[in-house]
């Protein structure tokens, strides 16, 4: 049966990720795409994995199989891309699963190459093709793309070789709606759609959650069926390594919901594995409904309350587009309530935002509010880093949160080393000999993060003493949701003698506390308040988080000095029912 007919009746299942799950089973020690010679059954393996879990159609292991990636002559990577495709069709032969053609994307920047034009990358593009289809292969799955140039041309020549070819091209669209190089949903969509593919389609640089608030737009801006692929979650970066959680159960719910909005090929990428298709089959096999458009009504927040007596500082993340307004207009209603202290992210989970260091600036400026700004190491090296500390200081700023950073999970083979120059306890050290050298009559005071959830708190306390060494005098937490977590506060006060605020972030729906529970590293939360959430009208569970986070906090101030408090979303609402239950 080809491709084109299955749709019409069918939900098609893709394989997860390769990269990510040849790395669990076998190591980084290598490119994944040379395991196509050098370790063929290795790569036998995953694809066969991948079809017990129920997958009918398998991704060849070609993703990077490009020159410029590989950095390899043509003979070797089109050897690599001949045995790839073999590999999937001896999988995929007498068990009715299609074999797909997998293209990844070409960086515009190789270290042997130097920079790669548009030209460059097409001409690749197209003797990947012609061995493709030398191979025989009828259905190609471009993926990952952050652009429809040179992508759009690719295709069009892939179709002029081979009319009857099935293309399938899938984008990475970040949390913020953009492609890593900075094109909006809409723009990308939109000139997409008047290229000659046949699917359009989202994988990679977002977990569930996110992928299906893009697929919801998406739907609406182009008629051609949609696939879906999402991470498993957003990446953690321990020793180096990017880890995904393992969220099964979730991670099939929320294809489920993805599939209800009408998408017609579902699958995984990144930290995905045979586990996670295996449960998106048995959905599939139990039939998925159309959702309906209709949303629930929501009462309106009240925004009266005052700051109860206690130390706080209030998170707000920095705009995401253009215009303060709306910002501004919620530091001005956390003022009215009592709030004097505003602490200002940078970017979490990777997610482009206004620069915190000059959003300070305004907000001192005109609400006269304190400000703590987050300086994160992601994708600055040393020199950008100095940089913005100087400009911080002759701002008028004191006072800086130094942290590591989220990685961004912009693709399937991110080197995370190339992103991270330092990490949070070397930029405390770099900033405390800036200090020496050039603030030191008036110094900028320097705080850290400490994680009392790690699953190996001695090393995090060992870090935190490190931390705490080279200049760090205050610690703000990671949200906190166990008992455990508060008696590892005692445990560090104990240790080090320094200031602790506890990190309180209140869950605010039943779809929020899932997405923290199985998409953002480092938070577990508790199953009886994810019980009670379930069990929970939508109306009432906001309420729900917000309580559980006051007896959270108020427990963690037998130990902590005072409250780090976060605002999902950025909701006042969250903080004013958080002041007002804390006072009953």
């Known amino acids: 049966m080809l491709i084109k007919d299955y749709l019409k009746n069918n939900i098609l299942l893709t394989d997860g990720a390769f990269g990510t799950y040849y790395a669990l089973k076998y190591g980084h020690d290598s490119v994944c795409e040379r395991a196509n010679i050098e370790n063929p059954d290795r790569v036998l393996s995953i694809h066969d994995d991948y079809i017990r879990a129920g997958a009918k159609l398998l991704r060849t292991n070609t993703f990077a199989a490009n020159k410029f990636t590989l950095d390899s002559d043509d003979e070797k990577r089109s050897e690599i891309i001949r045995k790839g495709y073999e590999l999937a069709e001896r999988s995929a032969d007498g068990k009715k699963v299609f074999v797909a053609a997998d293209i990844g994307p070409i960086s515009s920047i190789s270290e042997s190459e130097g920079e790669i034009s548009n030209e460059e990358k097409l001409e690749e593009y197209k003797k990947i093709i012609d061995v493709f289809l030398e191979c025989g292969a009828g259905i190609f799955i471009f993926e ?46 939109k000139d997409a759609d008047n290229m000659e593919a046949d699917v359009l389609g989202l994988n990679c640089a977002s977990g569930p959650i996110h992928v299906l608030k893009h697929i919801r737009r998406v739907r609406k801006l182009t008629d ?13 970066r321990i020793e180096d390594r990017t880890r995904y959680s393992r969220n099964e159960k979730y991670f099939a719910d929320i294809a489920s919901e993805i599939l209800s909005e009408g998408v017609k090929i579902i699958g995984g990428c990144c930290g995905t594995t045979p586990g996670h298709i295996k449960l998106i089959a048995d959905a599939i096999e139990k039939g998925i409904k159309l959702k309906s458009d209709k949303k629930p009504d929501v009462k309106e927040e009240s925004l009266i309350a005052a700051v109860p007596n206690i130390d706080l500082y209030v998170e707000i993340s920095p705009p995401l587009k253009s215009s303060t307004k709306g910002f501004v207009n919620k530091i001005e209603k956390l003022k009215e309530m009592g709030v004097e202290n505003i602490t200002l992210p940078d970017s979490p989970l990777g997610k482009a935002r206004m620069n915190p260091i000059i959003v300070s600036e305004l907000v001192r400026e005109k609400l006269d509010v304190n400000t703590l700004v987050h300086l994160c190491c992601r994708d600055r090296n040393i020199t950008a880093l100095r940089s913005d500390v100087l400009a911080a200081w002759a701002l008028g700023l004191r006072k800086l949160l130094c942290v590591t950073g989220d990685p961004v999970a912009a693709g399937s083979r991110d080197n995370i080393k190339s992103v991270f120059n330092l990490t949070g306890t070397r930029l405390i050290e770099l900033i405390s000999h800036m200090n020496s050298e050039f603030f030191e009559s008036d110094p900028i005071e320097l705080f850290a993060a400490v994680d009392f959830s790690a699953p190996n708190f001695d090393v995090e306390l060992r870090r935190a003493k490190e931390k705490a060494h080279v200049g760090a005098g205050t610690f703000f ?27 309180i972030l209140p869950p605010v729906s039943y779809r929020n506390a899932q997405f923290l529970n199985n998409e953002v590293p480092g938070i577990r939360l508790p199953d009886v308040l994810l019980e009670d959430f379930k069990n929970a009208e939508i109306n009432q569970q906001q309420t729900v988080g917000v309580k559980f986070s006051v007896d959270i906090a108020k427990r963690a101030l037998e130990f902590a000095d005072g409250i780090y408090l976060m605002l999902p979303f950025g909701k006042i609402g969250v903080a004013a029912q958080f002041f007002n239950l804390y006072d009953k």
């Open 477 to 503: 937490s990671q949200p906190i949701y166990s008992e455990r977590a508060i008696l590892n506060i005692k445990r560090l006060k104990e240790e080090l003698d320094t200031k602790v605020y506890a990190g």
């Open 144 to 189: 990952t793309m952050d652009s429809t140039v040179p992508l759009s041309a690719a295709v069009s020549y892939l179709k002029s070789r081979k009319k009857e070819a099935f293309v399938i091209c899938q984008f990475a669209l970040l949390p913020d709606s953009h492609t890593g190089s900075g094109i909006s949903l809409l723009e990308l969509i």
């Open 224 to 236: 051609k069926p949609l696939s879906a692929l999402p991470n498993a979650s957003y990446p953690e």
